[in-house]
């Protein structure tokens, strides 16, 4: 912990340093645009102090292998070995002349030699550059005066960037610590681009803290994030195994759809020599008919054949998908669960259950299909523990997870976690390896009080998690008991509460009921219900002509019309204006008699008009029925019951997710239960009510706040009368001092 506080700490005053730098390009550019030079000057500098020790060798080497005719890959792999030592996987050296230091020697051929400098790095990084499109700024700088100025600032003792001062994770938070401040400045969403550490360690300690296969020598395993950011997820997940097994053979791969993020990740990644291919630059999700661009931009899943060990991702909370809608509606429908959709769709203003649904698609088949089977775990915000009716795409894709067993816990975490917002968040894991003890069940766990005040707070960040709190928080996951208990602080106090809870699966379901009353109206052709008509559209399109070209034929029709209209009425004002009619066939007796005798033959959609502007609901009144005899529903007084589930159901349900799908099976199953339910919390209150089974929709929701709600009774009246005298009583004795 205080290794952790001193690294923060040194961090902090390296942020500052390189801000100050910053602050040097203010006026060609504003503070939200200073991330265009100095993200890739960062990257470019780390870069430098990695290679600047071998530079005088690698220049020898270079020429030793063109004299040979050493070239392509075997020209690469030779060259890295002698830039940055070891033998190399992925080629990382810089073939010119140049250091970071000896382009400074040079103020009036700076910009030329910065490029030179740049284009002759090994293809992988000189692509980070091109991702960050940094040529465009280098002219910029160089016209502003501003060019020489910066770079020897980066350059000073102060921003010392070489991994022996600077480990690669410590890299890492520099890169997000940045990115946080420019997007402070830009007004942009942090979030998108990483997650707090402590975050991130906690959701690879949950990973990973029933796994064993990881840990054993020489076997291989992949880790993947869908959203991979700067490459946090990726990179503490690396940290974590190699600490416990150093042999491990780990292989990483992401996705990153923002070319900044995707750059800095990428020169994170090189220098590690990880495979830089296995991240790829795109959008995970798909955009159909996406614009060709020239930086190597994927419109598609980048890994669409592969399964992974592993996986992490934060998606962005609460954003559209709107970009990506045809892509995905199209996969949706043509290839159902052979694609990644096959649950169904969440609403447009939220995609962070489809990031769920495109990581389930990659796990490895079930230990109990032969498969080494997958873990995720991935941090939500709220909405998708429970937004979306019964039957909806979000519902759905909740009971398609929960029903195959694969949701294994949701762990809530504190307020004011992320930089970019204050809300509650909250990890969730899912796996198709659960342990026997876990089968066929969800533990939550509230977490929301495990945390630390931050002495200062960063964005909306103001709260922290400690290593002890993430231990505990493993721990109550990992005992897997009902009413677990831990001791968190409240009001002040250290007391115990109940942070675990297990649950069925079941228990997340249930049957939403349509419950309808019978329709019952009166009728009365009073002047005020007949001048109702007029507003009714059946009746105001007998008047209307659809002819467009002939004017004559037009002014015909609408002629017509209005004498039908005047027809209707006078047959109306034939009726007794003064009966109240409360049953309503005996009004369409008389009805049909005065039309019939005014020699009127209307079409059913102005028979119905005229029972709308005429009636009015009634509680007193005969029930309507139709042909057969059945009463008629009112849609004013329907109403819907939530079921639970019966005890005794299996899981998965018979029904289907798509919207056609036919409940006749599963209300086979549960009508009883239903029934029962509606004679006991229904009928006693409403007697000539029923059930219209044909309605029935299922839904799956997980209420967490619900299940570890705490009641906290009000005041004492009598303690809230002494504060408010006290208050008084302050109030006037300030207001006496100032008399």
Not at 656 to 680: M, P, R, T
Request: contains cysteine.
């Amino acid at each position: 912990m205080v290794t952790n506080n001193i690294e923060n700490s040194n961090n902090q005053e390296l942020v500052g340093f390189i801000w100050s730098i910053a602050d040097k390009l203010r006026g060609p550019y504003r503070p939200p645009q200073y991330r265009r030079v100095m993200l890739p000057l960062i990257v470019l500098r780390r870069l430098d102090a990695v290679l600047e020790p071998t530079k005088k060798a690698v220049l020898e080497a270079k020429a030793k292998y063109e004299a040979m005719g050493l070239d392509g890959d075997a020209f690469e792999k030779a060259i890295s070995k002698v830039a940055i030592g070891g033998d190399r996987q992925q080629s990382l050296y810089n073939l010119s002349e140049f250091t970071f230091q000896k382009l400074l020697e040079d103020s009036d051929g700076l910009a030329d030699n910065l490029r030179d400098y740049i284009n002759k790095f090994s293809p992988l990084a000189r692509d980070i550059f091109e991702k960050f499109e940094f040529d465009n700024e280098i002219q910029k700088l160089d016209e502003a005066n501003r060019l020489f100025e910066v770079m020897k600032a980066i350059n000073s003792p102060e921003v010392d960037l070489s991994p022996a001062k600077l480990s690669n994770l410590r890299m890492g938070y520099l890169f997000e610590e940045l990115v946080r401040k420019f997007n402070e400045q830009a007004n942009e969403e942090a979030g998108d681009h990483f997650t707090p550490r402590e975050v991130i360690r906690l959701m690879v300690n949950l990973v990973f803290c029933e796994e064993q296969d990881i840990f054993k020598q020489g076997i291989y395993r992949t880790v993947y994030d869908p959203t991979a950011g700067t490459g946090g997820m990726l990179s503490v997940s690396e940290e974590y195994i190699k600490k416990q097994n150093p042999e491990a053979n780990l292989g990483l791969f992401g996705q990153e759809y923002n070319p900044e993020s995707y750059a800095i990740c990428c020169s994170d990644l090189l220098i590690k020599d990880e495979p830089i291919n296995n991240l790829v630059y795109g959008d995970t999700l798909g955009i159909k008919n996406a614009k060709s661009k020239s930086n190597n931009f994927l419109p598609r899943d980048g890994h669409p054949d592969k399964q992974f060990h592993y996986m992490f991702a934060n998606p962005p909370f609460g954003v559209e998908w709107k970009p990506e809608e045809d892509f995905i509606k199209d996969e949706y429908d043509n290839l159902g669960f052979k694609g990644r959709f096959g649950a169904g769709v969440p609403r447009i203003n939220d995609g962070s259950l489809l990031f769920l649904q495109h990581m389930i698609s990659k796990m490895h088949a079930s230990p109990e299909s032969g498969g080494d089977g997958s873990r995720i775990a991935i941090v939500f915000n709220g909405s998708p523990l429970f937004t979306g009716d019964a039957g909806s795409g979000e519902s759905n894709i909740r009971r398609w997870i929960i029903e195959n067993d694969w949701l294994d816990a949701v762990i809530a975490l504190p307020d004011q976690m992320f930089y970019n917002t204050g809300i509650f968040t909250y990890i969730w894991l899912v796996t198709n390896k659960k342990a026997a003890h876990r089968q066929g069940k969800v533990q939550l766990v509230d977490g929301t009080h495990h945390f630390l005040k931050m002495k200062k707070s960063l964005g909306n960040k103001r709260n922290e998690l400690s290593p002890e709190h993430i231990a505990e928080l493993v721990r109550l996951y990992g005992d897997f008991e009902q009413n677990g208990l831990s001791e968190v602080k409240s009001d002040g106090q250290i007391e115990k509460q109940i942070c675990s809870k297990i649950f069925d699966n079941r228990e997340f379901g249930f049957l939403k009921i349509t419950v309808e009353r019978p329709l019952r109206l009166n009728f009365q052709a009073s002047e005020e219900r007949v001048a109702r008509l007029s507003e009714q559209k059946a009746f105001q399109d007998l008047a209307t002509s659809k002819k467009r070209k002939d004017e004559k034929v037009k002014q015909l029709e609408m002629e017509m019309g209005e004498s039908l209209q005047n027809q209707i009425l006078d047959a109306l004002r034939c009726l007794d204006n003064n009966r109240l009619y409360m049953s309503r066939a005996e009004f369409m007796r008389d009805l049909e008699r005065v039309l019939k005798n005014a020699g009127l033959k209307l079409k059913e959609p102005m028979i119905k008009a005229i029972l709308a502007a005429l009636g009015e609901a009634d509680p007193e009144a005969e029930i309507c029925r139709d042909k057969k005899g059945n009463p008629e529903p009112d849609s004013n007084l329907r109403d819907t019951e939530i079921v639970p589930l019966p005890d005794d159901i299996t899981l998965p349900l018979p029904l289907g997710y798509d919207k056609d799908a036919s409940a006749d099976e599963l209300i086979n199953l549960v009508k009883g239960h239903c029934e029962k339910y509606f004679e006991a919390e229904v009928l006693p209150y409403v007697a000539d009510a029923w059930i219209d089974f044909s309605k029935t929709k299922v839904g799956y929701e997980i209420p967490l706040n619900r299940h570890f709600y705490m009641y906290q009774p009000p005041r004492p009246l009598d303690e809230i009368e002494n504060d408010i005298k006290s208050l008084e009583s302050d109030i006037i004795a300030m207001l006496g001092e100032v008399v």
